[in-house]
């Protein structure tokens, strides 16, 4: 049986690397590690513990619509690695809720624009 070559490889993001090097943006119900790679294609890490909700149904619903937003809004996002270390707030956000939130994200990495409040420097 022959493997298809074609397939999508899965590619392993350095959290430590994006969590301690990269920029960070604190958002409700999430914080936001962005970091620049040189490669092309733009990658997506979640962390969810075991602390937000005990149950898996309850971590993989979240995992899923961050993965679907960002599919929708961070299409055109190239050259960087976005972690999302999710905390209990997000259990009181829909999906609406939670894009409206990573659009604040969006619009500063988009426009290059730095708010003191809104971003921290991981360094």
Same mark, same amino acid.
């Given at each position: 049986?022959?493997?298809?070559?074609?397939?999508?490889?899965? %590619?392993?993001?350095?959290?430590?690397?994006?969590?301690?090097?990269? $920029?960070?943006?604190?958002?409700?119900?999430?914080?936001?590690?962005?970091?620049?790679?040189?490669?092309?294609?733009?990658?997506?890490?979640?962390?969810?513990?075991?602390?937000?909700? &005990?149950?898996?149904? $309850?971590?993989?619903?979240?995992?899923?619509?961050?993965?679907?937003?960002?599919?929708?809004?961070?299409?055109?996002?190239?050259?960087?690695?976005?972690?999302?270390?999710?905390?209990?707030? %997000?259990? *009181?956000?829909?999906?609406?809720?939670?894009?409206?939130?990573?659009?604040? $994200?969006?619009?500063?990495?988009?426009?290059?624009?730095? *708010?003191?409040?809104?971003?921290? &420097?991981?360094?």
């Amino acid at each position: 049986m022959r493997v298809d070559s074609s397939r999508k490889k899965k %590619i392993k993001i350095n959290f430590n690397d994006a969590i301690n090097g990269g $920029v960070k943006y604190k958002i409700e119900g999430a914080n936001v590690f962005v970091i620049n790679k040189s490669t092309r294609k733009c990658n997506l890490g979640v962390i969810i513990s075991k602390k937000v909700s &005990n149950l898996a149904v $309850v971590r993989n619903k979240y995992r899923r619509t961050l993965k679907e937003i960002f599919r929708l809004d961070f299409e055109l996002l190239e050259y960087k690695d976005l972690v999302f270390i999710v905390n209990k707030k %997000i259990l *009181d956000l829909d999906f609406n809720r939670i894009r409206k939130e990573l659009s604040k $994200v969006r619009k500063y990495m988009f426009n290059e624009k730095i *708010d003191s409040v809104f971003v921290d &420097n991981a360094n």
